[in-house]
């Protein structure tokens, strides 16, 4: 019956989270962390793996894993606020000394610790005296990244991301700013920027027909994809695609609320493209990877391949721990 | 059975809706949509997840003061969202806790749970459930050593979560979170959140519950039916848990019924209450051991004072008068107990939440009024002070002014509590009923009195009054009136203890030129002002303003001269070289050709200017008494706005 992990005192206690997910329901929050360990297992350089700090985050993240690889299907609608802790290892450097090259130092891993907050998407349009609102706002205000899901799909539908999002940049805003800590009158945060859903048909044909993809020479695989200067256009685009106004302006409220430098623009899918494994290359007639099953939910239907998963998380992963992960390997 | 009245909602989804969980119905009344959605959503413990459904969970909130209890069912997922995700149904009732505490018989969880599950949730009236009565047998039979130590460690005011559980059927966890709460005084379950199944991960406000891993700070981590106590099992848990054990068979049985009947509310983040908890058992197995020789005797359960006058508002509510007198007996007594002051606003909050207001062929009743005298005395301490009565004008009156009318059997029940009221009550009470009651009660009181009640009760409502008494008394056609009003109000300061406490910058100054306006009936001379001035030490910058404003003509000179006399006393600089500085420097100052400053005026001599063009004496006069007070104002504020 011991305390669980850690005594009262423990630094650790109560620490708030890093990162925390913003986007509407449905855009793919929880799909994505669910996606990212498998992303790092994944990533070209093999050796990057996602572990829990503790049994809880543990636990967790090996349901969400089982959700994609066993169940084959997408997590369910989150209900509460969610906090998990996990620490991203990478493959372990052997280091020369550039005075002394001729012997490596013991090899090292890069660890970066990352606590997730992932929410309901509607929290923030909640009254103020919501405890859960609180424990957000709370929790944004000393968290210092962000990651925020677009989803072209939903706004092709409902259209509401602006409101979302404005309601949650006031929130924090109206906390943050007030005071004189921050002059230049922006949140501190680093934001990085998904596109969600890029394997949706809706939204690869938009990027496609846009002219907005390539094909990485060295892919085998041909997966077409938006080259990284061209990921804020293109999301420009899909905001003046969207069913309200509004969307169009999202762009500029992220800019006028961060530092330019601080946002990254990412097209990301938490399942990727399916390929044929006989044909084994990228096939535009046949990429779709979700499919509706006949008890009418979805289903997953080849191997998963995420996109863009582990990218933003390991470039907020550097800005926010910097010094953690020793060179560029994986962001080159 | 017992019949209680049972508000409720559904959160969930809507077939394709692209949104997330909400209120999607609702019953009407009490509580709206958007406060279900709030504490459903407050106490939501982590997604759902199939393995878990269903899930029971109890909540509590407070809807305008008044506390209420809640218990939702989370169903299996039958329909999918426009994500394709499936999502879970909850089913939500709550009722009041006054309710549920006031039938003859407490509810429990079990209990509570079956009436729901007989609900449809159409329609969008309240539900009348029929609860079972609290079974204390089937709860005792629920007890094992696991629900023993859950109860001891929730004790300790930290959250406990029973793990290597997830075998059992959801239906054996309800009946065992009921078990632990039946194991404690029953007035707990009004702050106690339990869950069927809780996810870590989430940041819930669930305090006792089932989960696969316990979360990573603060709570508990209670395997399921584990003998074993760590080392660091807390004392006053290991006490608790022991003294339980001493109950098996019918015994725990009856303990379990005792326990049922301490209905009075208890926080679980309140130390004292934990503390009172385990006293309570202790007491209780002493009595055992001495009074009835070993033999378990259930106590005829003792109504709590809440209890109490939740049946007392209904019966003024129905307008039972026989009912109302029996339970204002009883209440009586409970009043002539040692009632505490953390009691006394536990029941102000109650009355606040439940006000009471009497029907119109009350308004004369004796009955009514002896509630209220008895409510009174439960409500506030003797004697009643001006602050007492202007809170019992929100607690009972709904409202922060005096003026408002009031239930004539409360201002009759007030008059019975008169005598024993402080001067500072009495002249409040007095006021609200009326003018001759006021008079009568200001009739004798001596002007000495009055000024004192003032200072002491520091309240707005006081000082008006004793500020127009005053000025009634002080006659100019009876000069021992006024001699007899001044001399009190110099020797209460002037009421600046009252009037500075009480009001801003602005109506202090206006205050203090009343009180200086009723004492002297003319604008202040010299003498006046060195009298005044004399016996106060550091008066406030407020009250000196408020003299300038009365000052009569030429009387400059003796203020500046006596503010600068009564600054060096302060300062103990009376006879120093430094005091005679400023002497001379005042003379100068206040020299009748004075004005410019020096090297000015001796220019002029020099150039033949210094004589004045002949004028009127008044001309003269005037002119000579403006630059005086230029002179005294450039003092002033040196002196005034350091
Ligand atoms: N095609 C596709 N659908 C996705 C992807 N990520 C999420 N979805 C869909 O979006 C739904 C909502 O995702 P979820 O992560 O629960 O959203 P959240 O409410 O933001 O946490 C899922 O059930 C999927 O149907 C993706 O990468 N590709
Ligand atoms: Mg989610």
């Given at each position: 019956m011991a305390d669980t992990d850690s005594a009262p005192g423990d630094p650790e206690r109560g620490r708030e989270p890093d990162i925390a997910m913003w986007g509407a329901s449905g855009s793919g929050k929880t799909a994505f962390l669910a996606a990212l360990s498998i992303a790092l297992n994944k990533s070209r350089d093999a050796g990057w793996r996602l572990i829990g700090e503790n049994a809880v985050s543990r636990t967790e993240l090996a349901k969400l894993r089982n959700t994609l690889?066993?169940?084959?299907?997408?997590?369910?609608?989150?209900?509460?606020?969610?906090?998990?802790?996990?620490?991203?290892?990478?493959?372990?450097?052997?280091?020369?000394?550039?005075?002394?090259?001729?012997?490596?130092?013991?090899?090292?891993?890069?660890?970066?610790?990352?606590?997730?907050?992932?929410?309901?998407?509607?929290?923030?349009?909640?009254?103020?005296?919501?405890?859960?609102?609180k424990a957000l706002v709370d929790s944004l205000v000393k968290s210092r990244g962000l990651i925020y899901m677009f989803d072209p799909d939903r706004e092709a539908r409902v259209g509401d991301a602006f409101k979302h999002l404005d309601a949650a940049l006031h929130e924090v805003a109206g906390r943050m700013l007030v005071g004189d800590e921050y002059e230049d009158g922006k949140l501190p945060h680093h934001i990085a920027v998904c596109i969600t859903k890029y394997d949706d048909p809706r939204v690869l044909r938009i990027a496609m027909e846009g002219g907005f993809t390539e094909r990485d020479p060295t892919?085998?695989?041909?997966?077409?994809?938006?080259?990284?200067?061209?990921?804020?256009?293109?999301?420009?685009?899909?905001?003046?695609?969207?069913?309200?106004?509004?969307?169009?302006?999202?762009?500029?409220?992220?800019?006028a609320f961060f530092h330019k430098d601080r946002i990254k623009y990412f097209v990301t899918s938490s399942v990727g493209l399916f390929i044929d494994e006989d044909l084994g290359r990228f096939d535009p007639d046949d990429y779709l990877n979700v499919i509706d099953n006949a008890g009418g939910g979805l289903t997953i239907r080849g191997a998963i391949r995420p996109m863009n998963v582990m990218e933003p998380v390991l470039?907020?992963?550097?800005?926010?721990?910097?010094?953690?992960?020793?060179?560029?390997?994986?962001?080159g | 059975m017992e019949r209680l009245t049972a508000h409720w909602a559904i959160l969930g989804k809507t077939p394709e809706s692209l949104d997330d969980y909400s209120v999607i119905r609702c019953s009407s009344g009490a509580i709206s949509n958007a406060e279900f959605g709030m504490w459903l959503k407050a106490f939501t413990s982590g997604t759902m997840e199939p393995k878990a459904l269903p899930r029971v969970a109890t909540s509590y909130f407070a809807a305008d003061g008044e506390p209420w209890l809640g218990l939702s069912l989370q169903r299996e997922p039958d329909s999918q969202d426009g994500f394709h995700r499936p999502y879970a149904m909850t089913y939500y009732v709550c009722v009041r806790w006054a309710d549920v505490v006031a039938g003859p018989s407490t509810v429990s969880y079990r209990a509570l749970y079956e009436a729901l599950a007989e609900e449809d949730f159409s329609g969008d009236a309240p539900f009348g459930l029929s609860l079972a009565a609290y079974d204390e047998r089937h709860l005792a039979d629920q007890v094992n050593g696991t629900a023993r130590r859950a109860a001891a460690l929730l004790l300790t005011g930290r959250p406990v979560c029973v793990v290597r559980a997830g075998h059992l059927p959801p239906d054996r966890r309800l009946d065992f979170l009921d078990a632990v709460a039946a194991l404690l005084p029953y007035g707990f379950r009004h702050t106690l959140a339990v869950s069927t199944w809780t996810n870590s991960a989430s940041r819930h406000r669930i305090r006792l519950s089932f989960a696969e891993v316990p979360p990573t700070h603060g709570a508990w981590e209670l395997p399921w039916e584990a003998d074993d106590r760590p080392a660091s099992f807390p004392p006053q848990a290991l006490l608790y848990e022991k003294e339980l054990e001493r109950y098996q068979g019918d015994d725990l049985c009856d303990l379990v019924g005792w326990l049922g009947t301490l209905v009075e509310p208890r926080d679980f983040d309140d130390v004292s209450h934990r503390a009172a908890a385990s006293r309570l058992l202790r007491g209780r197995a002493s009595d055992r051991g001495t009074a009835y020789g070993g033999q378990s005797v259930v106590r005829p359960p003792k109504p709590s004072v809440e209890q109490l006058l939740h049946q007392c508002r209904e019966s003024i509510a129905h307008a039972e008068e026989q009912r109302l007198g029996a339970l204002t007996a009883q209440l009586a007594e409970r009043a002539r107990d040692r009632v505490t002051d953390q009691d006394r606003k536990t029941y102000r909050v109650f009355i606040r939440a439940n006000p009471i207001r009497p029907p119109e062929r009350l308004s004369g009743s004796a009955v009514v009024r002896d509630f209220f005298e008895i409510l009174l005395r439960l409500l506030y301490a003797a004697p009643m002070h001006a602050a007492d009565v202007e809170e019992m004008l929100v607690d009972l009156g709904g409202q922060r002014r005096l003026e408002h009318g009031l239930s004539p059997a409360l201002l009759a029940a007030m008059s019975k509590l008169l005598p024993a009221s402080a001067p500072s009550g009495r002249l409040l009470i007095a006021y609200l009923q009326g003018p001759e009651h006021l008079h009568k009660v200001l009739a004798v009181m001596s002007e000495d009195e009055l000024c004192h009640v003032a200072v002491r009760s520091r309240n707005r409502k006081v000082l008006e009054i004793v500020i127009t008494e005053a000025d009634r008394r002080a006659l100019p056609t009876d000069p021992r009136g006024m001699e007899a009003v001044r001399y009190a109000l110099a020797r209460h300061r002037y009421l600046i203890e009252a009037i500075s406490s009480i009001c801003a910058a602005e109506e202090s100054v206006v205050r203090y030129q009343d009180v200086l306006w009723v004492g002297h009936r003319r604008y202040l001379t010299s003498a006046d002002i060195k009298e005044i001035l004399a016996d106060l030490d550091s008066p406030p910058r407020t009250f000196l303003l408020a003299i300038m404003t009365l000052g009569a003509p030429g009387t400059a000179p003796a203020l500046l001269h006596t503010m600068a006399g009564g600054t060096m006393r302060e300062l103990s600089m009376t006879g120093t070289p430094v005091a005679d500085t400023v002497k001379a420097g005042l003379d100068r100052m206040l020299a009748r050709d004075g004005g410019g400053d020096g090297r000015m005026a001796r220019y002029r001599r020099r150039a033949g200017l210094g004589r004045l063009a002949p004028a009127s004496t008044l001309g003269k006069a005037l002119a000579g008494a403006s630059i005086v007070l230029v002179a005294a104002a450039g003092a002033l504020a040196l002196w005034l706005w350091p």
């Amino acid at each position: 019956m011991a305390d669980t992990d850690s005594a009262p005192g423990d630094p650790e206690r109560g620490r708030e989270p890093d990162i925390a997910m913003w986007g509407a329901s449905g855009s793919g929050k929880t799909a994505f962390l669910a996606a990212l360990s498998i992303a790092l297992n994944k990533s070209r350089d093999a050796g990057w793996r996602l572990i829990g700090e503790n049994a809880v985050s543990r636990t967790e993240l090996a349901k969400l894993r089982n959700t994609l690889l066993q169940a084959r299907t997408f997590p369910a609608p989150t209900e509460a606020l969610t906090h998990y802790s996990w620490m991203i290892i990478g493959p372990a450097e052997t280091r020369r000394r550039w005075w002394w090259p001729w012997t490596a130092r013991a090899a090292r891993a890069p660890k970066i610790k990352l606590d997730f907050l992932d929410l309901r998407g509607d929290l923030y349009a909640e009254s103020e005296s919501n405890i859960d609102k609180k424990a957000l706002v709370d929790s944004l205000v000393k968290s210092r990244g962000l990651i925020y899901m677009f989803d072209p799909d939903r706004e092709a539908r409902v259209g509401d991301a602006f409101k979302h999002l404005d309601a949650a940049l006031h929130e924090v805003a109206g906390r943050m700013l007030v005071g004189d800590e921050y002059e230049d009158g922006k949140l501190p945060h680093h934001i990085a920027v998904c596109i969600t859903k890029y394997d949706d048909p809706r939204v690869l044909r938009i990027a496609m027909e846009g002219g907005f993809t390539e094909r990485d020479p060295t892919d085998e695989l041909r997966i077409p994809h938006v080259p990284p200067d061209r990921v804020r256009d293109f999301f420009r685009l899909l905001c003046q695609e969207a069913h309200d106004h509004n969307t169009e302006m999202i762009l500029d409220l992220i800019e006028a609320f961060f530092h330019k430098d601080r946002i990254k623009y990412f097209v990301t899918s938490s399942v990727g493209l399916f390929i044929d494994e006989d044909l084994g290359r990228f096939d535009p007639d046949d990429y779709l990877n979700v499919i509706d099953n006949a008890g009418g939910g979805l289903t997953i239907r080849g191997a998963i391949r995420p996109m863009n998963v582990m990218e933003p998380v390991l470039w907020l992963g550097q800005m926010l721990r910097p010094g953690a992960i020793g060179s560029g390997r994986w962001n080159g | 059975m017992e019949r209680l009245t049972a508000h409720w909602a559904i959160l969930g989804k809507t077939p394709e809706s692209l949104d997330d969980y909400s209120v999607i119905r609702c019953s009407s009344g009490a509580i709206s949509n958007a406060e279900f959605g709030m504490w459903l959503k407050a106490f939501t413990s982590g997604t759902m997840e199939p393995k878990a459904l269903p899930r029971v969970a109890t909540s509590y909130f407070a809807a305008d003061g008044e506390p209420w209890l809640g218990l939702s069912l989370q169903r299996e997922p039958d329909s999918q969202d426009g994500f394709h995700r499936p999502y879970a149904m909850t089913y939500y009732v709550c009722v009041r806790w006054a309710d549920v505490v006031a039938g003859p018989s407490t509810v429990s969880y079990r209990a509570l749970y079956e009436a729901l599950a007989e609900e449809d949730f159409s329609g969008d009236a309240p539900f009348g459930l029929s609860l079972a009565a609290y079974d204390e047998r089937h709860l005792a039979d629920q007890v094992n050593g696991t629900a023993r130590r859950a109860a001891a460690l929730l004790l300790t005011g930290r959250p406990v979560c029973v793990v290597r559980a997830g075998h059992l059927p959801p239906d054996r966890r309800l009946d065992f979170l009921d078990a632990v709460a039946a194991l404690l005084p029953y007035g707990f379950r009004h702050t106690l959140a339990v869950s069927t199944w809780t996810n870590s991960a989430s940041r819930h406000r669930i305090r006792l519950s089932f989960a696969e891993v316990p979360p990573t700070h603060g709570a508990w981590e209670l395997p399921w039916e584990a003998d074993d106590r760590p080392a660091s099992f807390p004392p006053q848990a290991l006490l608790y848990e022991k003294e339980l054990e001493r109950y098996q068979g019918d015994d725990l049985c009856d303990l379990v019924g005792w326990l049922g009947t301490l209905v009075e509310p208890r926080d679980f983040d309140d130390v004292s209450h934990r503390a009172a908890a385990s006293r309570l058992l202790r007491g209780r197995a002493s009595d055992r051991g001495t009074a009835y020789g070993g033999q378990s005797v259930v106590r005829p359960p003792k109504p709590s004072v809440e209890q109490l006058l939740h049946q007392c508002r209904e019966s003024i509510a129905h307008a039972e008068e026989q009912r109302l007198g029996a339970l204002t007996a009883q209440l009586a007594e409970r009043a002539r107990d040692r009632v505490t002051d953390q009691d006394r606003k536990t029941y102000r909050v109650f009355i606040r939440a439940n006000p009471i207001r009497p029907p119109e062929r009350l308004s004369g009743s004796a009955v009514v009024r002896d509630f209220f005298e008895i409510l009174l005395r439960l409500l506030y301490a003797a004697p009643m002070h001006a602050a007492d009565v202007e809170e019992m004008l929100v607690d009972l009156g709904g409202q922060r002014r005096l003026e408002h009318g009031l239930s004539p059997a409360l201002l009759a029940a007030m008059s019975k509590l008169l005598p024993a009221s402080a001067p500072s009550g009495r002249l409040l009470i007095a006021y609200l009923q009326g003018p001759e009651h006021l008079h009568k009660v200001l009739a004798v009181m001596s002007e000495d009195e009055l000024c004192h009640v003032a200072v002491r009760s520091r309240n707005r409502k006081v000082l008006e009054i004793v500020i127009t008494e005053a000025d009634r008394r002080a006659l100019p056609t009876d000069p021992r009136g006024m001699e007899a009003v001044r001399y009190a109000l110099a020797r209460h300061r002037y009421l600046i203890e009252a009037i500075s406490s009480i009001c801003a910058a602005e109506e202090s100054v206006v205050r203090y030129q009343d009180v200086l306006w009723v004492g002297h009936r003319r604008y202040l001379t010299s003498a006046d002002i060195k009298e005044i001035l004399a016996d106060l030490d550091s008066p406030p910058r407020t009250f000196l303003l408020a003299i300038m404003t009365l000052g009569a003509p030429g009387t400059a000179p003796a203020l500046l001269h006596t503010m600068a006399g009564g600054t060096m006393r302060e300062l103990s600089m009376t006879g120093t070289p430094v005091a005679d500085t400023v002497k001379a420097g005042l003379d100068r100052m206040l020299a009748r050709d004075g004005g410019g400053d020096g090297r000015m005026a001796r220019y002029r001599r020099r150039a033949g200017l210094g004589r004045l063009a002949p004028a009127s004496t008044l001309g003269k006069a005037l002119a000579g008494a403006s630059i005086v007070l230029v002179a005294a104002a450039g003092a002033l504020a040196l002196w005034l706005w350091p």
